[in-house]
Every structure is written in C-alpha cells, then in structure tokens.
C-alpha cells in the first residue's frame, strides 16, 4: 500500500530558530501533499495544501512566512517552522493521496514539536 | 461548511464486546468517507475508504457503513480486544466547489478503551 514517511518523528529546539520537517511519499508520487497540525486532545487542522512545483496554498488563520512550505518534487515536501515560540510547540501530520478520490488519503507517522 | 461529529468522545468497553462508533456529517455532498485509527503521539492508520456510491466496506473485525442521503456513517468493531484501543478518527471529503480545495474534513474522534 501507499506509504508516507515523514521525519524527525520529534525534535526539540531553541526559540527562535527554524525547524524543517520532512514528507516523503515513499512508493506513489504525489502532486499535492496535505500539513496538518494537532493541539493535544484535539482533532487535525489543515494548515496548508503543497502543491509540486508551485507555492501552497494556506487555511485561513496560517502564517505563510512562519510556516514555509516546499514541494519541490514529487515525492517530498517539506515544512520549516521559521523563528519558532513555544505556542509553535505541536504535533505537526503531513498526508498524501496515491491517484485520485478511488484512493483514500495515507497519513505520515507525525512530528511532535517542542519549543524551548 | 461541512462538519462532522463523533459520538460518543469515548467509550470503554470490556474485551470480547462488539462496540459501534458513530460519524456525522452536515453536507450529503461528499466523494467519500474514510475512518482512521490513532495511537497516542502517533500518526494515522486508515482502516476503511467507503465511497460516496458504496454502502459498507469490511476488513477483517472491521465494518464501516455509510448512509450518504442521512450523513451518517457507523464503525462496527467485532470481538475488541485491548489492542484495538486507540483513537478513531472519521474524515470526509467534501465535493469541491468553486474556488475551492482539496481536503479532508475531520472528526473530534473517539477514544476507545478496551479493558481486559
């Protein structure tokens, strides 16, 4: 099946640097990719659609400068906290979907972020 | 706008008992439902992809069923055992309009106990 790897699975850093998670579609090749963020004991918030080879396309409410996203081949994209806070501290999901809507969506292993 | 409802927010349940899990969604006009599973700090496993044209779907334990005209999907999980604990998630996928999105839309979920 449709496999999506997504990597660190968690990292801790400093205020004010920047953090890049990773998305990498493992086995399909994926045009658009899905970022997702996930407060404790709630449920997932689209953040952003990444589209390969063009800029995302962000929810309302989402920070496009603080949260940069690249989707520079078909089969990676990329997410960089930029200048993290603490209130940056989440657990960030990406997904992918293989072809089409007969497929349903596969979602990586996730990336909790903590901001000291 | 579409939105989905899980009921209940969670349920604890013997091992061995039969147990449904509830979905709800505003807006009929959906290409399909898809449920997950998440394990705490974990990313999300799908468990069943139902089409908008399809009724149920099964995998092994596991039914899922579908009335897209009522928006009401159920989650049939036979014979739990306590390694069925976890955090189900049902997400549907909207009909895009124009100006709109791919996405998902997503449940608060239902955190399932099973006790051995």
């Known amino acids: 099946g449709a496999v999506v790897s997504q990597h660190p699975s968690w990292v801790i850093c400093k205020s004010g640097t920047s953090v890049k998670i990773e998305c990498r579609s493992l086995d399909f090749q994926a045009t658009t990719m899905f970022w997702y963020r996930q407060f404790p004991k709630q449920s997932l918030m689209l953040m952003a659609t990444s589209n390969e080879g063009s800029k995302a396309t962000y929810e309302q409410g989402v920070e496009k400068d603080k949260f940069l996203i690249n989707h520079a081949s078909l089969t990676l994209s990329t997410l960089t906290v930029t200048s993290a806070h603490p209130e940056d501290s989440s657990f960030y999901i990406c997904s992918a979907r293989a072809m089409g809507r007969f497929y349903g969506y596969t979602f990586g292993s996730g990336t909790r972020l903590t901001v000291v | 706008k579409q939105e989905v409802t899980q009921i209940p927010a969670a349920l604890s349940v013997p091992e061995g008992e039969n147990l449904v899990l509830n979905c709800s969604f505003t807006d009929s006009a959906i290409y399909n439902l898809q449920w997950f599973r998440q394990d705490p700090g974990k990313g999300l496993t799908s468990l069943l992809l139902?089409?908008?044209?399809?009724r149920e779907q099964t995998s092994g334990r596991l039914n899922a069923s579908l009335d897209k005209s009522s928006g009401r999907s159920t989650l049939y999980i036979a014979a739990s055992q306590p390694g069925d604990s976890a955090t189900y998630l049902c997400a549907v996928e909207p009909v895009l309009t124009q100006g709109g999105s791919e996405k998902l839309v997503f449940g608060k979920g239902t955190k399932l106990t099973v006790n051995p």
């Open positions: 139902i089409q908008s044209s399809q």
